[in-house]
């Protein structure tokens, strides 16, 4: 397969035309407007948090020489529109994930989260010291993007179901919102997957056009409002263990930026990494705790729902492996995590094991 296809086979064309109103980049005094377009409605906890910061820091950062415009999805462009927004030119920079992007190319969805994949500290490992960010670049690159990892929201949340899950045939025909190689290996298992934007998620179930929806974890969910639809809440996923959000800035203006602003972007979006996951994780268990007190029942999905899972996600992990780069990003990824795993499983996996077991 020709790498190369991806980009002329995208549907570039008829976003470009949907973008073409976007204004061109403003320079004064050696100043210079770039307009970041995201996947993320105004205000979505967390995720919007984190375009924001990258936004307000390299602005900061600069003393304005580089002043990034916010624009959430809709206010230019869709949602699933910013990808090729970003790549045409027509907006200089997106932040959102890249998972969304799969149709473009599928090894975007090592640079978010694949299903039974790394956890967020995995993924921090494997991106900058085990060559994920070198293979980011290199992907990026060929739809003349240079992207960095730019938030993670940890672990995330099997979901919320209209119905308990109490085996694999329970998703035969189910309706569920479930983006990337997630929502393919769910398909896997007869469930009729959607791909909705998070801004639109909260309608969809609610008025019956999805049965079921994973989001991102408990304080996302909960300000999203979905223990107002459905009570049952599976809080393990197998889909995302440690989701990357990135920042993508168009490769031209990449080019045109000096040294100095390109640290700046590189060592925000690490920034943004970093603060994001400590923020999901800080609010997580309170919000948590609330979901359950306002009546939601937290459960687990049994052991055949699993492996049905499992099965499922290496089939999906395997189609692409005909292309060359999808392979290097497939196992450069696969054998860091598990030379990850065996140290953490074995040092703070054990900790924590022990300190709850006589802490109680």
């Keep these: 397969m020709d790498r190369r296809s991806f980009l002329k086979n995208s549907a570039m064309g008829g976003t470009a035309a949907a973008a073409a109103t976007l204004a061109a980049p403003a320079y004064a005094q050696g100043r210079r407007t770039l307009t970041l377009v995201t ?15 990258c936004a307000d820091m390299i602005t900061q950062a600069t003393d304005g020489a580089l002043t990034i415009d916010l624009k959430a999805a ?45 956890t967020a500290q995995e993924l921090q490992n494997w991106y900058y010291w085990m060559g994920g960010k070198e293979l980011h670049h290199e992907l990026g690159e060929i739809f003349n993007l240079k992207s960095f990892l730019a938030g993670n ?12 899950i109490n085996g694999p045939e329970d998703f035969n025909g189910l309706k569920f919102r479930m983006p990337g190689l997630g ?54 996923g197998f889909h995302e263990p440690g989701a990357g959000l990135s920042l993508a800035t168009n490769l031209d203006v990449w080019n045109e930026l000096s040294d100095a602003h390109k640290a700046v972007i590189e060592n925000v979006s690490a920034a943004a990494h970093s603060i994001n996951l400590s923020q999901f994780m800080a609010e997580n268990g309170s919000a948590l705790e609330r979901l359950q007190s ?22 999906v992990l395997a189609e692409n492996m005909d292309d060359e780069l999808y392979a290097r990003i497939h196992d450069s990824a696969m054998d860091s995590m598990r030379k990850s795993s065996g140290w953490i499983a074995r040092s703070s996996g054990v900790y924590t094991a022990q300190r709850d077991r006589v802490l109680g």
């Design 39 to 53: 996947t993320w409605g105004r205000g979505l906890a967390g995720v919007h948090d984190s375009a924001q910061y």
């Design 74 to 118: 809709g206010e230019l462009v869709g949602a699933f529109e910013v990808f090729d927004a970003v790549s045409s030119g027509q907006a200089d920079m997106y932040h959102g994930a890249d998972y969304y992007f799969v149709g473009q190319h599928p090894g975007f969805a090592f640079f978010t989260a694949v299903p039974f994949g790394m």
């Design 153 to 164: 929201t940890g672990a995330q949340a099997g979901g919320w179901f209209k119905n308990e």
């Design 183 to 236: 929502g393919q290996a769910l398909g896997r298992l007869g469930a009729s997957v959607q791909n909705i934007p998070g801004a639109e998620v909260y309608q969809a179930l609610s008025s019956g056009a999805i049965d079921g929806t994973e989001w991102i974890g408990p304080w996302a969910d909960e300000k999203a409002g979905f223990q107002e639809i459905t009570q049952i809440y599976y809080t393990s």
């Design 294 to 315: 306002s009546g939601v029942t937290v459960r687990e999905f049994p052991d055949s729902v699993w492996d049905a899972f499992g099965e499922a996600a290496q089939e």
